[in-house]
């Protein structure tokens, strides 16, 4: 079965400085990733994802996520956080197995502080 | 927003009531999604739908009954719930159910308070 750990509830930076947000994953098969994030009274909103080709993925806000398949990781990260980057972060996998699944992580709480 | 609207945003209801969760989308999709949410838990799948069928039924009690009458709309039925069942319910809509590559797209869901 498939299934995603996001290690860390809460991560907490200064503005201006990088922002990880970590994300390990387990597939039976090639993994499909994702990752969305979830502001205050809000959907999810999709962010960017990891289907074959470069592992250094960019996506919109100015994140990007790197896959490391030896070490099953899908590592959300931005150069420099801001304020509003302050939200719920959900990082996603699906296998070919059972493709219209998507699993998803317990989400990471990401605080920026000014 | 996104293309998805859920109505209503806020909801409150007894034990003993019955009400019905709304979800459309506006993106011509074929596949329609309900997720709940619990804080600090992943999104629980509970039901998909492709072209208004039943494709998904995740093992959810039938106190939730799922209702797609065409690919835009897709309705969850509420009726003699728990307070545990209160949390924020989640629709979503992609292009093709089976298309390994699309990313989901979510409405902004419903916060169930059940009393």
């Known amino acids: 079965a498939q299934s995603v750990a996001q290690p860390e509830d809460q991560v907490n930076v200064a503005e201006g400085n990088p922002l990880t947000v970590k994300c390990t994953y387990s597939?039976?098969?090639?993994?499909?990733l994702f990752w969305y994030v979830q502001y205050p009274n809000r959907g999810l909103q999709f962010l960017l994802k990891?289907?074959?080709?470069?592992?250094l993925v960019k996506g919109s806000y100015g994140f990007e996520a790197e896959f490391n398949k030896s070490q099953t990781s899908f590592h959300l990260k931005k150069p420099s956080a801001l304020v509003s980057d302050s939200a719920l972060y959900f990082c996603?996998?699906?296998?070919?197995?059972?493709?219209?699944?998507?699993?998803f992580g317990a989400g990471t709480t990401v605080t920026v502080r000014a | 927003e996104t293309g998805v609207t859920q109505t209503p945003r806020h909801l409150v209801m007894g034990m003993t009531n019955k009400k019905s969760l709304k979800c459309e989308q506006h993106?011509?999709?074929?596949?329609m999604y309900w997720y709940k949410q619990s804080a600090k838990k992943p999104l629980e799948l509970m039901f998909v739908?492709?072209?208004?069928?039943?494709?998904e039924n995740n093992s959810v009690p039938s106190r939730f009954s799922p209702e797609c009458p065409n690919s835009s709309h897709l309705f969850l039925h509420l009726h003699t719930l728990q307070p545990e069942d209160s949390a924020l319910y989640l629709c979503?809509?992609?292009?093709?159910?089976?298309?390994?590559?699309?990313?989901?797209?979510f409405g902004p869901g419903t916060r169930l308070t059940v009393l």
């Open positions: 979503a809509s992609s292009p093709q159910i089976r298309a390994t590559v699309n990313e989901q797209f």
């Open positions: 597939v039976s098969g090639n993994p499909y």
């Open positions: 990891y289907i074959t080709g470069d592992n």
């Open positions: 996603a996998v699906r296998d070919i197995a059972n493709d219209y699944k998507l699993s």
């Open positions: 993106l011509g999709h074929n596949a």
């Open positions: 739908y492709s072209l208004e069928e039943r494709v």
